[in-house]
């Protein structure tokens, strides 16, 4: 799995699972775009990463369509070419059931969970069907193949992620490339510290109950590591993954079993 001569680009990449892909594909020697809103969080990602010239930041907010077009361009300008896409910009700031979720909660949480990636690989596509070969790996979750209740928006738009990356794979195989889902099991990022109170109150919970209903629904009994899901894009990303497009990969701990 060597992308010795390879570029990334890992949206989202500044934090939790985004920055331990993008730590993971350095390693294997690819050369990586990682996109942020925040510079503190870009800047700390940086000294972490600490891979020199062989990572750029582009502050970028992947909602809007230019932001995303922007952090495409960039890997062009900053490494020439783009072989390798990750869509993991992501997540809910809000939580309600069918019964309770506002329009904005709605609209803002299908927008940072589903916008994102079509903006980006739309813009992607133009550069690697061209050349015919490319990957890339769209970042879903569990709540995407057996959701929660309370988490409506959330699982809606990592369902309807999974539906865009099959066509996708479909429509992109006769030239060279491929697309897949991840779907993480709960893991414990920053953004979970910061955001699972809220969800565990939809639950009827709190925070430590809800990492307790994450953790009872595993086969291992334990939550998902960052190094976990990387690993499972690494794959996706490489040539020894060439032969798998369309596929939904559970990094989950057997929760959806």
């Given amino acids: 799995m060597d992308l010795t001569g390879k570029t990334a680009l890992v949206t989202g990449g500044t934090r939790g699972i985004g920055l331990a892909i993008a730590d993971t594909l350095l ?5 990586v775009v990682v996109t942020g809103r ?13 891979a020199g010239d062989d990572v ?15 952090a495409v361009d960039t890997v062009v300008e900053r490494y020439g070419h783009l072989d390798v896409v990750v869509n993991n910009v992501g997540g809910a700031t809000d939580f309600a059931t069918v019964a309770d979720i506002t329009d904005d909660v709605w609209h803002r949480t299908l927008a940072l969970n589903l916008d994102t990636a079509l903006y ?11 050349q015919r070969s490319g990957r890339v790996v769209n970042i879903s979750s569990m709540e995407g193949r057996d959701p929660d209740p309370g988490l409506c928006a959330y699982a809606a738009a990592k369902h309807a992620l999974i539906g ?3 066509v996708l794979a479909k429509e992109v195989g006769p030239y060279g490339i491929t697309a897949n889902c991840v779907c993480p099991g709960a893991v414990e990022t920053d953004w979970v510290v910061e955001q699972g109170p809220r969800a565990a109150r939809v639950l009827g ?19 998902t590591r960052p190094d976990e899901v990387a690993a499972a894009v690494l794959l996706l990303a490489s040539h020894a993954g060439s032969g798998i497009t369309g596929a939904c990969l559970a990094v989950d701990g057997g929760t959806t079993v």
């Fill in 164 to 166: 865009l990356t099959r």
């Fill in 205 to 223: 919970t709190d925070y430590p109950g809800l990492i307790r209903h994450f953790v009872g629904r595993t086969a291992t009994g334990r939550l």
């Fill in 56 to 70: 750029t930041l582009c502050l970028a907010d992947a909602t809007l369509r230019a932001d995303a077009e922007r």
């Fill in 38 to 50: 925040d510079r503190e969080h870009g800047d700390r990602a940086l000294a972490r990463l600490d």
């Fill in 120 to 130: 980006t690989t739309r813009h992607a596509l133009s550069l690697l069907v061209p």
């Fill in 27 to 31: 390693r294997h020697g690819a050369r």
